[in-house]
């Protein structure tokens, strides 16, 4: 088991180094000027050049990657050209009502996507069947931020149950628990879908499997050959989606965040896109890309646990 854990954590060194990679030189591919994009298109050319000369945009990009890298080191990630913060200060200001905003969504999807998948593959070929698979592809097909607008409408405006904008009262844990209902629904949504999907094919997969089928000749009562022997069969193909499902969240919380006017790393990614801030964008894009790596990092371990044959 340290093996194989060991062996994982190496494995999410040179993984998020390549992170750091594609979102530097990714970015500098974007079409425009910095300086230009924060001063204005009014700047005098000297204002211009100094602002490119501390950024140092003026250098060789080899030569930009050199000093990103050795800053962040030394843990200095740079300052924000706008506010001249420490990006990973700002970063780390706003980064827990994202992080709350897409565990919470990966509990609902959890929550909901998990038993509908097993509903549905017990009900295989029945009404129930049919209507869970169509719910399923609904919440697949929609738009998070379209689903977004709904729920305003209908859970802020029509029937006022929830907060339609903001992240609730700062301090206050039931306020902030309050305003994180309905966005964390909506983003969770998607991946209920995904997790039910998947349960249910796994589900089916394993229920015909021989000892399945030889438990039931034993008598085994059908309530423990589902969850205690074809639930653990199903459970890795499972949390391998939940993985995914928290990277597409990442993602879809900028949206979610935009629509409910809510503050974190996805609002604060959008300005820094607008504004071309390089460091406070890197900053923003390298936490995301990390908290993606960690998750994924601590579903790996649980492969072993679930399945004993992983830890030779």
């Known amino acids: 088991m340290l093996r194989y854990a060991i062996g994982r954590l190496l494995l999410v060194i040179p993984t998020i180094f390549g992170m750091v990679v594609l979102a530097f030189f990714m970015l500098r591919a974007l079409p ?15 204002a211009l050049e100094r602002l490119r000369s501390s950024l140092r945009l003026d250098e060789p990009l080899l030569s930009q990657f050199y000093h990103y890298v050795t800053g962040m080191m030394t843990g200095d990630w740079g300052r924000s050209a706008l506010t001249r913060k420490p990006a ?13 905003l897409a565990f919470a969504s990966i509990f609902v999807a959890i929550v909901i ?19 869970l698979v169509a719910l399923t592809i609904i919440g697949i097909s929609f738009p998070v931020f379209w689903l977004g607008l709904i729920t305003i409408v209908v859970f802020a405006h029509t ?35 995904y997790i039910a999907r998947l349960t249910r094919s796994s589900m089916l997969e394993v229920m015909n499997q021989d000892y399945i089928l030889v438990a039931r000749a034993m008598g085994i009562s059908e309530s423990r050959i589902l969850f205690v022997y074809a639930m653990r069969s199903a459970l890795p193909a499972i949390l391998s989606v939940i993985g995914v499902t ?11 965040e935009v629509v409910f006017a809510r503050p974190g790393l ?16 890197q900053a923003g894009l390298l936490m995301l890309a990390v908290s993606v790596v960690l998750v994924n990092f601590v579903i790996d371990l649980l492969y072993p646990i679930i399945d004993p044959r992983l830890r030779r």
């Open 159 to 193: 029937i006022p149950l929830f907060p339609a904008v903001g992240a609730g009262a700062p301090g206050s844990l039931l306020s902030q628990t309050h305003a994180l209902v309905l966005p964390a629904i909506v983003l969770g949504s998607g991946g209920a879908a």
């Open 32 to 46: 425009g000027d910095p300086a230009t994009a924060i001063l204005g298109e009014f700047a005098t050319p000297q």
């Open 113 to 131: 996507g998990i038993p509908v998948g097993v509903l549905s593959a017990v009900k295989q070929g029945t009404g129930i069947d049919y209507l």
């Open 266 to 281: 996805g609002s604060l990614i959008i300005k820094a896109t607008f504004s071309r801030d390089y460091q406070l964008l």
């Open 88 to 100: 990973m200060a700002e970063v780390m200001s706003v980064v827990m009502p994202s992080m709350a």
């Open 246 to 256: 928290f990277a597409v969240s990442i993602g879809n919380a900028i949206l979610v």
